[in-house]
């Protein structure tokens, strides 16, 4: 995915910090500073070590739906 992420320390998801330049996450519009919520069908991912598991079983390619907040709101 290309992310640099780190746990929210309020416990409400996963806060994008940066992105690999033309990494998949940037070619997908994640923004940087947005607060990731959830992996979408799959429970307990909104922590970093349950975006972490999802993120490893993952190949190049492979779709992923996550639920992001940006900075400004849902």
Same mark, same amino acid.
């Given at each position: 995915m290309g992310?640099?992420? $780190? $746990? !929210?320390?309020?416990? $409400?998801?996963?806060?994008?910090?940066?992105?690999?330049p033309g990494g998949a996450a940037e070619s997908a519009g994640v923004p940087i500073?947005?607060?990731?919520t959830r992996v979408v069908g799959v429970p307990g991912t909104a922590?970093? !070590?349950g975006i972490k598991r999802v993120l490893s079983r993952k190949r190049a390619g492979d779709y992923i739906d996550l639920t992001i907040r940006d900075r400004m709101g849902p």
């Open positions: 992310m640099t992420l $780190e $746990e !929210d320390m309020r416990g $409400e998801g996963v806060q994008v910090m940066g992105l690999a500073g947005g607060m990731i922590n970093l !070590d």
